[in-house]
T-cell receptor, first 114, second 113 residues
Framework: SQTIHQWPATLVQPVGSPLSLECTVEGTSNPNLYWYRQAAGRGLQLLFYSVGIGQISSEVPQNLSASRPQDRQFILSSKKLLLSDSGFYLC?????????????FGEGSRLTVL | AQSVTQLGSHVSVSEGALVLLRCNYSSSVPPYLFWYVQYPNQGLQLLLKYTSAATLVKGINGFEAEFKKSETSFHLTKPSAHMSDAAEYFCAVSSEGTYKYIFGTGTRLKVLA
């Protein structure tokens, strides 16, 4: 069966510090990968998606970046965090060997920038 | 462009009462529609999906939704609310040939004893 893991689950960082959130998918190949951010009362905002290794599409201009160094690995990064980067970050995947149409989500990473 | 509107950011129902969460979509192509549930500090879990087969879709935990093209709606219902249904619910739209999934702003369901 397919699983998705993201870490760390919780992170408290000072303003101006770097960020790295990691996500891996197991049990499938060539998935589409996504990073969403969830802020209170604002639903899910699509940040990045990737349809293949090294292929990143950015949906929102910001100081975050994403990379996909391996087929089933997706990393969200920042060189200098802002207060407004606080939120709940969700990694998700779709497609793969058997595309059933829906997104599958990880458990999320809560980032607090102080 | 596709979009989703969820009417009511907070809904309260009594235990045993009907649950109705509203979702309207906009899409220039045949849509795929989804309902997800999120419990505090967790990821989203799929409740049900519509991908152009039967218009009445049954999901997990007794939930169902009906795709109504004429009303561009995909409302989520459950005949009898249970305390464990208290959570946040998200409607989402996508379509064949696109990689994007667009989510609504969510509806927080409260179940009163």
């Amino acid at each position: 069966s397919q699983t998705i893991h993201q870490w760390p689950a919780t992170l408290v960082q000072p303003v101006g510090s770097p960020l790295s959130l990691e996500c891996t998918v197991e049990g499938t190949s060539n998935p589409n990968l996504y990073w969403y951010r969830q802020a209170a009362g604002r639903g899910l905002q699509l940040l990045f998606y990737s349809v293949g290794i090294g292929q990143i599409s950015s949906e929102v201009p910001q100081n975050l970046s994403a990379s996909r160094p391996q087929d089933r690995q997706f990393i969200l990064s920042s060189k200098k965090l802002l207060l407004s980067d606080s939120g709940f970050y969700l990694c998700a995947w779709s497609g793969g060997r058997v595309n059933t149409g829906e997104l599958f989500f990880g458990e999320g990473s809560r980032l607090t920038v102080l | 462009a596709q979009s989703v509107t969820q009417l009511g950011s907070h809904v309260s129902v009594s235990e045993g009462a009907l649950v109705l969460l509203r979702c309207n979509y906009s899409s220039s192509v045949p849509p795929y529609l989804f309902w997800y549930v999120q419990y505090p500090n967790q990821g989203l879990q799929l409740l049900l999906k519509y991908t152009s087969a039967a218009t009445l879709v049954k999901g997990i935990n007794g939930f169902e939704a009906e795709f109504k093209k004429s009303e561009t709606s995909f409302h989520l219902t459950k005949p009898s609310a249970h305390m464990s249904d208290a959570a946040e619910y998200f409607c989402a739209v996508s379509s064949e040939g696109t990689y994007k999934y667009i989510f609504g702003t969510g509806t927080r369901l409260k179940v009163l004893a």
